[in-house]
């Protein structure tokens, strides 16, 4: 992460507090009741305050309760928001974490957290649109197919990517880790 004269890193903050209201008003629209909405908004408060505490992760477990527990279906408009709203709750609580206090951050330093995120958010959502079109019924056999030719593809797809990675320091003399 590149430190220097950079945007305050309170900036991130304020996108934290954004995204946890967007997953409240997500909530109460999904049927959250009051007291939830009211325990989501505590937690949103905790999220900004003190992002390295368990409280993203108790709001992205509360408003996966919620939502499963309201009948909206795992293909419903309110869970399709919300997989890249906690996704993105988690990424700007780790890296505000790790930021002192009054630290400045370059806007380059997100070019690669915010790659990978797209690169998550795009597997995430062509899986789910494949999902969609998943007969319930007997799946025909050139679905079958064309399911196991993308499974290849991904596998072939990580280990390109994986090797054309440099090596890091610890991968680069496995003799001298002995």
Do not use: N, Y
């Not at 992760?57 to 509360?62: E, P």
């Not at 951050?105 to 990978?116: G, V």
């Amino acid at each position: 992460m590149i430190i220097d004269r950079g945007v305050p890193a309170s900036r991130l903050r304020a996108v934290t507090a954004l995204v946890c209201l967007a997953i409240g008003v997500d909530l109460a629209l999904h049927g959250a009741g009051t007291f939830t909405v009211a325990v989501a908004g505590l937690l949103s408060v905790a999220c900004v305050l003190v992002p390295a505490s368990p409280a993203p992760m108790l709001m992205i477990g509360l408003a996966a309760a919620v939502l499963t527990s309201s009948g909206v279906g795992a293909f419903g408009l309110g869970v399709l928001v919300l997989i890249p709203l906690v996704h993105l709750l988690h990424l700007c609580c780790a890296i505000t974490a790790v930021l002192p206090k009054g630290a400045r951050i370059a806007p380059a330093a997100f070019r690669a957290p915010l790659r990978r995120f797209a690169v998550t958010q795009l597997s995430v959502t062509m899986i789910v649109l494949i999902a969609m079109i998943v007969p319930q019924g007997r799946t025909p056999p050139i679905l079958e197919v064309a399911a196991l030719l993308s499974i290849a593809g991904i596998a072939l797809a990580v280990i390109v990517l994986d090797r054309s990675r440099p090596p890091s320091r610890d991968e680069s003399h496995p003799a001298e880790m002995a």
